[in-house]
C-alpha cells in the first residue's frame, strides 16, 4: 500500500470526484480529494502528492492561480489541467501544467497522461 | 454637442461624446494584479514551453533552450489552430470552411518578469522589433499563411494572462476582415487621387499639428482623426512602405525610440493603463503597393464595448483625439 503513487485530485464536483477517484484507484493509485483551490494547497503542503490533476474553474482561487503556486514550490511536480473548457487555453498561466485536457466521458487521455507522468 | 467622425480609411463611423472638464485622471484604470507563482516564461523555466524558435543574446556554447537568452520566441504550448496538416478547403453549399491550420507564437520580450515593455531600455526593447521582422519573413515561406497579425496585450482589461512581458503573433490562412478592410479602403483612395491615404493622413496631420503627438526623423505619432478610444495612437512611418519587413537596422532603431516615448507618453498620461497594440502591414509574399503603408495601431482600454457598439460598429469615444494629444504632448516625462 505505502509505495502506491498518490494523485491529488482537484474539483469542486462531487461527480466528477467519485468517477476519477473509482478510475484511478482501480487502476492502483491511491487518490486524495480536494474540493477547492485553497484545500488543494493544504492538502499538498502538509502530504506532497507524485501529481496533481486540477480543475480550472472553481469557486475562490481557481486552477490556474493554485497551479502556479504549486510549481513555484515544486516545480518539477507533474499537474494535469482537467477542464470542460478550452478557453482557459489562452491564458499562459496553464503552460507551468504538463497537459490540459479537456473533460470527457471517456478517460482515456487523461488515464495515458496519469501513467505517462508517474512511470517516467 | 457630441459629434461624429469618419475614418478615412475604413469609412467606420465613432461617435464624439464631448464630456466638459474630462481629463485622464477621469478613466478608471484597475490596479495591475500581481499574483505571483511560477511563471512558465522566465528563465531557468525553459522546459514548460516549447522549444524556442528564434533566441537573442543566447551566450555562445550554451544549449538551445538554456536559460541564458535576451528574448525568445516560442510556439504556443496550448495553440487554438495547429501548425500541422493540409488547409483542405471546403464549401458546403455557400458556406466556407477549412481545417484550423495556423502557427501562433509568443515573444518573451525580456528575461526579466518585473519588466514593463515600455520602459525596456532601446537595446531590450529593439530586439522585439527584430523578432517580428524575423518570424514574419520565416512564415512567409510557408505557402498556407496569407497573414501574420502581430500584436501585443497590456494589464488584464487588454487580454494578458501574464505579468511577464510578451507579445504574440498569428500566422492565418486567411486575409483577417479587417486587413481586407484597410487594404480595400486604401485602394479605393489611390484609384481616385493616385495618393497614399496614409502618406496624405501624415502630411495633414505635420501641417495642422492639432492631433501629432510626437515625432522622430523616420516616424510620427498622432492620435487619430476618429479614434475608437481615448488616446488611441498610431505610429507611422514618414516614407512610403508597404511592409514592416522591409525596415533596415536604422529605421528599428527609430521605431524603437519612438515606440518608446509614445508608451511612456500614455502611461504618464494613465499610469498602469491596459492596451493593445497591433501591426498592420502588407499580406504574406506581396508586392510593393503603392496604395498601403505599414503602421502600428495602439489601443487603450478604458471604455467598453457593450450592445450598441457591437450592433452599430459605432465607437463611443468620451475624448476628442485634440485633447488627449494635448495631454499626451504636454505631460512631463
Known amino acids: ?120 | 454637442m457630441p459629434e461624429l467622425r469618419k475614418d478615412p480609411i475604413l469609412g467606420r463611423w465613432i461617435i464624439i461624446a464631448r464630456e466638459r472638464g474630462k481629463r485622464p485622471t477621469d478613466f478608471i484604470v484597475e490596479d495591475v494584479e500581481t499574483k505571483g507563482g511560477f511563471c512558465p516564461l522566465c528563465p531557468g523555466n525553459e522546459k514548460t514551453t516549447p522549444p524556442e524558435v528564434l533566441v537573442y543574446g543566447r551566450e555562445p556554447g550554451m544549449p538551445p533552450n538554456s536559460s541564458s537568452w535576451q528574448l525568445r520566441v516560442v510556439p504556443n504550448k496550448y495553440p487554438a489552430l495547429v501548425i500541422e496538416g493540409e488547409l483542405d478547403k471546403q464549401g458546403e453549399g455557400l458556406y466556407d470552411r477549412m481545417n484550423g491550420i495556423g502557427a501562433h507564437e509568443v515573444i518573451i520580450e525580456s528575461p526579466r518578469h518585473e519588466d514593463r515593455f515600455a520602459y525596456l531600455p532601446h537595446e531590450q526593447m529593439i530586439l522585439t522589433f527584430r523578432a517580428f521582422q524575423e518570424r514574419i519573413r520565416d512564415l512567409s515561406k510557408d505557402p498556407r499563411f496569407r497573414y501574420v497579425m502581430v500584436f501585443k496585450n497590456y494589464g488584464k482589461a487588454a487580454g494578458a494572462s501574464l505579468e511577464h512581458s510578451h507579445s504574440q503573433l498569428v500566422a492565418l490562412p486567411v486575409l483577417p476582415r479587417m486587413v481586407v478592410s484597410e487594404l480595400d479602403g486604401s485602394l479605393s483612395y489611390f484609384k481616385y487621387k493616385d495618393r497614399c491615404i496614409f502618406c496624405d493622413i501624415i502630411r495633414q496631420e505635420i501641417q495642422q499639428d492639432v492631433r501629432l503627438v510626437c515625432e522622430n526623423r523616420e516616424f510620427v505619432t498622432l492620435t487619430p482623426f476618429a479614434p475608437r478610444t481615448p488616446f488611441e495612437m498610431w505610429i507611422m512611418p514618414r516614407r512610403h512602405n508597404s511592409s514592416y519587413t522591409e525596415q533596415n537596422e536604422d529605421s528599428l532603431s527609430a521605431l524603437t525610440d519612438i515606440f518608446s516615448e509614445t508608451l511612456r507618453r500614455l502611461d504618464a498620461c494613465i499610469p498602469g493603463i491596459p492596451y493593445n497594440f497591433v501591426l498592420h502591414t502588407q499580406p504574406l509574399r506581396s508586392q510593393p503597393l503603392e496604395h498601403y503603408h505599414w503602421h502600428f495601431e495602439i489601443v487603450p482600454k478604458v471604455t467598453s464595448i457593450a450592445g450598441f457598439e457591437w450592433g452599430s460598429g459605432f465607437y463611443i469615444n468620451p475624448m476628442p483625439p485634440e485633447d488627449a494629444c494635448r495631454y499626451l504632448r504636454e505631460v512631463e516625462l
Not at chain 1, 491529488?8 to 468517477?19: F, P
Not at chain 1, 504549486?70 to 489562452?90: N, T
Open chain 1, 1 to 120: 500500500m505505502a509505495d502506491r503513487k498518490k494523485i491529488l485530485l482537484v474539483d469542486d464536483e462531487e461527480g466528477i470526484q467519485l468517477l476519477y477517484r473509482e478510475e484511478f484507484e482501480d487502476e492502483g493509485y491511491q487518490v486524495q480529494s480536494a474540493y477547492n483551490g485553497e484545500e488543494a494547497l493544504e492538502m499538498f503542503k502538509k502530504d506532497p502528492p507524485d501529481l496533481v490533476i486540477l480543475d480550472i474553474n472553481m469557486p475562490g482561487m481557481n486552477g490556474i492561480e493554485v497551479l502556479r503556486q504549486m510549481k513555484e514550490i515544486r516545480p518539477d511536480l507533474p499537474v494535469i489541467l482537467s477542464s470542460a473548457y478550452q478557453e482557459y487555453k489562452q491564458d499562459f498561466g496553464t503552460w507551468a501544467s504538463e497537459e490540459y485536457i479537456v473533460k470527457s466521458a471517456n478517460m482515456d487521455e487523461l488515464k495515458e497522461a496519469v501513467h505517462k507522468y508517474l512511470t517516467a
